[in-house]
């Protein structure tokens, strides 16, 4: 097959499939053709929708599968919905992938697809206001703090207090990118250079490191009207160096207790109807409590924000 030309990164389209035998189709717009987001492209073609990928790196291996093949960034909002509307889809998927998630929660939103609403996802999606949610919702009061690229010296210093462990990293990475588990004071410059670095708003969180007791518990589940449908939760396994963050593999069925299972499926969720992920941590001491804040951390996260309403959670602007 010969080569596909090149477009330049951040317009264009690859290819552009008119025929008489997609006409009448309905229009699928993927954000992101990567390796292993092509079984839902797959089959979506099987299943007889006409497909359009949309990804800023043209030798994406999704881009073959697809009737029309765009290079548009998928985070770029502006440019998706331009093409999103110049295409008149029917539908927006974004598989396996963060990033692209609230772009296509605000496409669907503007033209008034199906989707998760655009506030939801921006939760979901940023970390500092996931954990301002978890901790409004009692559900788990971790210590923390969200800086800007402004406070740098603030942020090293309450990183400092966290003593032994913290975690450091941007707000709105995925895959790990940008995170670091400092373990001495002499890391967290470093630490906060690189959180920096792979954060698209220039903001980071430091996080209380919380040790885990076994495995990493992974799972996937469905809500219908309020109640858990279903869930299964598996192990996920990961390499013994906190430079690689990431799970390499997940397995199923769990190997912790059906006592602790049972905990986790229990927890509440506020959704009517939605599909669940449940990367979860069992401590020595689960359920997890936070480490109180000491009165030296109180009194600097006061003189940093007013705006903050507890020692425990400041926020920097």
């Not at 220039?202 to 490191?209: G, K």
């Not at 518990?217 to 279903?230: T, V």
């Not at 199923?252 to 299972?261: C, E, I, V």
Request: with cysteine.
């Amino acid at each position: 097959m010969a080569p596909r030309p090149k477009p330049e990164a951040g317009s264009g389209s690859l290819r552009d499939c008119k025929s008489p035998e997609t006409h009448g189709m309905k229009r699928i717009l993927f954000l992101g053709a990567a390796h292993f987001q092509i079984p839902p492209i797959r089959y979506a073609r099987a299943a007889g929708y006409y497909v359009l990928t949309c990804d800023n790196r043209p030798e994406s291996p999704g881009h073959l599968l697809a009737h029309e093949a765009h290079t548009v960034s998928t985070v770029d909002q502006k440019g998706v919905l331009e093409l999103a509307r110049s295409r008149h889809i029917d539908g927006i998927v974004s598989f396996g992938s963060d990033v692209s998630a609230l772009t296509a929660a605000v496409v669907a939103s503007a033209l008034g697809l199906p989707g998760v609403d655009v506030a939801t996802v921006e939760i979901l999606t940023r970390k500092s206001l996931f954990r301002q949610f978890l901790s409004s919702k009692g559900l788990q009061r971790q210590r923390y703090g969200a800086v800007r690229r402004g406070n740098i010296e603030a942020a090293a210093a309450f990183a400092r207090d966290f003593g032994d462990s913290a975690v450091i990293k941007p707000v709105d990475s995925s895959g790990s990118k940008g995170v670091s588990v400092v373990h001495s004071a002499a890391d967290i410059d470093g630490a906060l250079a690189y959180a920096f670095s792979e954060s698209r708003s220039d903001e980071v969180i430091i996080e209380e490191y919380i040790g885990r007791s076994g495995m990493q518990i992974c799972g996937d589940g469905y809500m219908d009207r309020s109640k858990l449908a279903f869930i299964e939760l598996g192990d996920g396994h990961f390499h013994d160096n906190d430079g690689l963050l990431a799970p390499f593999a997940e397995t199923f069925p769990s190997t912790h207790s059906k006592a602790a299972l049972d905990l986790l499926a229990r927890k509440p969720f506020s959704r009517r109807r939605a599909i669940a992920r449940a990367p979860s941590i069992l401590t020595r001491s689960s359920p997890a409590t936070a480490r109180p804040s000491s009165s030296r951390s109180a009194r600097a996260a006061a003189a940093i924000s007013s705006r903050s309403p507890s020692a425990a959670r400041p926020t920097w602007t």
